[in-house]
């Protein structure tokens, strides 16, 4: 008996490695070699224009920039232009840390700190958790199931006319073991296992979105400290040439017009500074909420410029860092689990084949149970051929090969989408850089128009207005220079995200 329980286990191994019904699960993507986002200056000489700037800047320093800079930074700065990177590392978000996109250890440490608070992540680690242990009961029809029974009864028994009793005590183990003869147990697991791929690569999807959040925020937050530090110093330049008109209208050079007029013009820095101030709070509140605290303060690290200045980003990336963004990998696994699910409605239309063996003792009593009068045993070796189901069998089969179909669309829409996303990222990267050079010339240029007109208004040859329209185009300036360096750094935390982590780097 034994020899024979071995042989068809033997049996079973063999025919369980040789073959598994359905379609393969490898998924190779379509890919662009690179993304880049196409230069759409219309002329060649705006572009020309455009990358000259920087070195123009760099011989006279826009001395405004000193607002957005943290203590003890150089005034020269050059913006961050590079060629395209070749040898990219592919790598995750986690591998290398925020510190190599903007370099403030500050920004890293809010993130760790949404990463260990927020609820929703919990909630996406306790589904890989439940995926773990589905796996591990996809697995267990691989193996013989083992189990004990024993009972003890009084049965009565009718013979015609005779009756008799007696007391039985029965101890039996038990194994039962089902072939996987198509791999379609086998298929089960592999879907299992393809599930719980596809739960890690949610969850870190939601970690590289809430990192993402936080740093957008964050990037804001800088921004408003910029403006609010440069409407502060415009609000006192401002004031002191106040003071100055009315000293002149007090000796009579000029008329209470002049007066009134740069009088009302503190009023719209003053009103920015409160609107600015209510701003940074809503923003501070919101990051709170992702970091899962309650309102409050938020620390900066850099200051606005100084985390423009340290970014290198690429022209273009390989098109396999696309590739593997989590969400992308996410229903990448989802269609690897779906094409496993048509291995199992296949199996489950063939034939299959069980072993069930089943040894123990039957006494009167418990003494003696084990001995060998009381013996009993059986084995069965049982094929199951299904002829007839009312087309159940067919229709999961189909319903698999339907589902198929649905995954592998929402795979290419999901790639298709990330592909436009890391394209529209480069695009902002790269125009919002050009942006930024072009209004830190116009600052520079405004601010030095700025001193001619006061020098000329104090030697009483040019008008006050031409001094209002000087103090207004320039604080207007500054402000969308301030606003287009942090389109700039938001345009590199969606490029950081649209491919799924770090463009260099090293890797796990």
């Known amino acids: 008996m034994r020899a024979l329980v071995t042989s068809l286990g033997l049996a079973g191994v063999f025919f369980a490695e040789a073959c598994a019904v359905g379609p393969s699960t490898r998924v190779s993507p379509v890919l662009a070699s690179s993304v880049t986002a196409t230069d759409s200056l219309a002329a060649p000489q705006t572009r020309a224009f455009l990358d000259s700037i920087d070195i123009v800047r760099e011989a006279a320093p826009v001395r405004l920039d000193r607002a957005f800079r943290a203590p003890g930074t150089p005034d020269s700065v050059r913006s961050s232009r590079s060629e395209r990177v070749d040898s990219i590392v592919v790598g995750r978000h986690g591998d290398v840390l925020w510190s190599a996109v903007f370099g403030d250890s500050q920004l890293v440490a809010l993130i760790n700190e949404a990463e260990s608070n927020n609820v929703g992540l919990r909630y996406a680690r306790s589904v890989v958790r439940q995926s773990r242990a589905s796996v591990m009961a996809a697995r267990s029809p691989l193996f013989p199931q083992i189990s004990a029974s024993a009972y003890r009864s009084t049965n009565k028994a009718v013979l015609g006319p005779l009756g008799f009793s007696y007391n039985a005590v029965n101890v039996t183990g038990d194994v039962s073991w089902s072939l996987d003869v198509w791999g379609g147990t086998r298929r089960q697991l592999e879907a299992a296992q393809f599930d719980l791929r596809r739960s890690e690569e949610e969850v870190s999807d939601s970690s ?287 490029l950081y995200e649209a491919v799924g982590g770090m463009w260099t780097g090293t890797a796990r």
């Open 208 to 494: 590289l979105s809430i990192a993402s959040n936080v740093a957008t925020d964050y990037v804001q937050l800088l921004l408003l400290d910029g403006v609010m530090a440069v409407t502060e110093q415009t609000l006192a330049a401002w004031q002191k040439t106040y003071a100055a008109v009315r000293a002149r209208f007090a000796r009579g050079v000029v008329s209470e017009l002049d007066v009134r007029q740069f009088e009302a013009d503190l009023g719209q820095p003053a009103a920015n500074i409160a609107e600015f101030a209510r701003q940074r709070t809503l923003v501070e509140n919101q990051l709170s909420q992702l970091l899962g605290r309650q309102p409050g303060t938020i620390a900066r690290g850099r200051a606005l410029l100084d985390a423009v200045s340290c970014l290198t980003v690429p022209d273009s990336v390989p098109g396999v860092l696309v590739a593997r963004r989590p969400d992308v990998l996410a229903s990448q696994r989802a269609l690897q689990a779906a094409l496993a699910q048509v291995g199992v409605a296949v199996a489950n239309r063939l034939p299959s084949v069980a072993i069930t063996n089943s040894y123990g003792s039957e006494r009167p009593t418990y003494r003696g149970l084990f001995a060998r009068p009381g013996e009993l045993y059986s084995l069965e070796l049982g094929v199951s051929v299904p002829i007839f189901t009312g087309g159940q069998l067919k229709g999961r089969e189909d319903a698999a090969r339907a589902q198929v179909e649905q995954a592998r669309a929402v795979y290419d829409q999901t790639l298709l989408r990330a592909l436009g996303q890391a394209s529209n990222a480069l695009a902002g990267v790269h125009s919002y850089r050009d942006q930024a050079a072009a209004q830190a010339t116009q600052v520079q240029a405004l601010e030095r128009a700025l001193e001619i007109a006061q020098r000329r208004y104090l030697a009483g040859i040019q008008s006050s207005l031409d001094l209002l329209s000087a103090q207004r185009s320039l604080y207007t300036a500054q402000l969308a220079l301030a606003q287009a360096r942090a389109q700039f750094l938001q345009s590199t935390v969606q």
